[in-house]
């Protein structure tokens, strides 16, 4: 069991500067999710900490040693892939030996350990099939097994679920979850799917075109989000964006007109900047739009209604052809091509500025979550 | 309906006589090989085409010529040699070609695939300026190292084109495992590349079996020869006789174990020929 830290840690392929000045600082056991869309980086950076790719310049601490020279069985890592890399000629017991076998242990610890392992992932009566007489579930847990038989003290995973079906990763987020709860190890996990990443994280790590864009607990980066990139990308349906008109205003913080709705107030230290610094988007989650129906037909038509029993989609059309989002009850009192106006509660309300960055909240305003980000 | 059923059996015939016409063209002379093998010599010129009395008496003659024996073994010592050397070099050449990248590699595979262009003649006497250089005249030796230089090329080609389907996320996990890359190419790339290796193997060995003209040109005496150099000189009575039993029975030996071993291997070839088109 370890703790890491990144430095500066850079990667370019020839000309291509794939990851940009990442640092960061991983706790011993925790989980750390990285997710983002594809391309973004982050299967390349777990590449870096595996010791799979060199990195370009930066430093890489495992327990505060400098490892970015050493193979990935020195720097103590265990690794599982997206194919599950299993050797397609060794038995499931091989399979997970073999790591064990290289680092000339025992024979008898080698056996104890093998066993240990698949007790603990239940693949104790398939230790003479080969991988091919697997499901892909049973594959998946060998392949944990392997990565987890040398007892490292860090585990990655690379995208580990996006071979199963829809049932079986469910179940099989669930056997992570509980492994991390019982190994205690270091995880370092990459998805490009925000629902694992906010059902296994302690911290999810949003990395966009190469660099952080916020690291954070699932609930951070929902209620906080540091940017206009991480509000979009966390949170399903998306979060609403409107062009807003704002300005700083020292009593309430600032005012911001929004189309359609008028004006509103938002407790935010928005601050406006030279030129079209006025400019700013506002965020407002589908979950806190307050539909009202309207009397004189003002307002915007729903274009349609998702029904999920649970809960209700309304989708809005906006004079500018984009669509609005908003969830309601099941069952919703409204219907499709019925008008309604829109409201929210300001405490709710996300502003990101020209550069897409979040305004941050008013001091008396500030959220607990969002201070307890500032201090870890 | 009758039409329609008169044309399948038609075309049945057809394709059943299309298949015999090939068969009878690729089997024939090895057929009438066989035939004159098991003829005594007295009736070697009388055309027949069914083995009317089986006579050994040719395969007698030719196993009890010492140097034919010698030729035989020389024969197996230098292709095993030629198949253990070109797989060794081959694979790790491919491992090299096919997983590690390097500056110069699509040019290493041209040069490889050009070289395996000359003609044999092309090459003869220099090369025979460098195994008497190197010593080998008129020994195993000198065999091994010419047949190699020209079965390298597909060896490595072929191997290369498999070592190049396998998984990226294998070599990885096995380096995550801890295996160095010998230790990766023997216990994790082997064991899957055997299809490809019994093929290429195969046909490196068939190669050195029946290669003639170095072989002539590289020996001098019988006891250094291989069996096709041995059948050819093979000579009878008098200078007006050509002893066609005695040479048939021992080309017929000599085939057999061809024969053997591309039935035993035929599955493997098969499957290394067509591995990895479909995702496994």
Redo the contacts between chains.
Sequence with gaps: MAGLTLERVNKRFGSTQVIDDVSMQIDNGEFIVFVGPSGCGKSTLLRLI???ESITHGDLMIDDQRVNNL???ERG???V???Y?????MSVYDNIA??LK??KQEKQTVDERVRHTAKLLQLDGLLERLP?ALSGGQRQRVAIG??MA?EPKILLFDEPLSNLDAALRVQTRNEIARLHERLGSTMIYVTHDQVEAMTLADRIVVLNAGHVEQIGTPRELYERPASRFVAGFIGSPKMNFIQVTAEADAEQGCRVEIPAVGQRALPLAFSAGSGSANEATLGVRPEHLIPTPSERGEGLEIVNVEYLGSEAYLYLERNDGELLVCRTQAPSPFQRGQRVTLDFDPLHGHLFDHDGRAVPPLERHAAPAAAQGATS | MTLRRLKSIALTIGFWLLVGVLVLYAIFPFYYAIVTSLKPSSQLFEVSYWVDSLDFSNYVTVLSQPTFLAAIRNSVIVALSVVLIALLLGLTAAWALGRVRFRGRTTVMMIVLGVSMFPQVAVLSGLFEVIRTLDLYNSPGGLILSYTIFTLPFTVWILTTFMRQLPDELEEAAIVDGASPWVTLTKVFMPLLWPAMATTGLLAFIAAWNEFLFALTFTLTDSQRTVPVAIALISGGSQYELPWGPIMAASVIVTVPLVVLVVIFQRRIVSGLTAGAVKG
Excluded at chain 1, 85 to 89: E, I, R, T, V
């Design positions: 595996a010791g799979l193979t990935p069985p890592i265990g690794m892939f997206q194919s890399a299993l050797y397609p000629h073999f790591g290289l680092a091919k392997r990565a040398r």
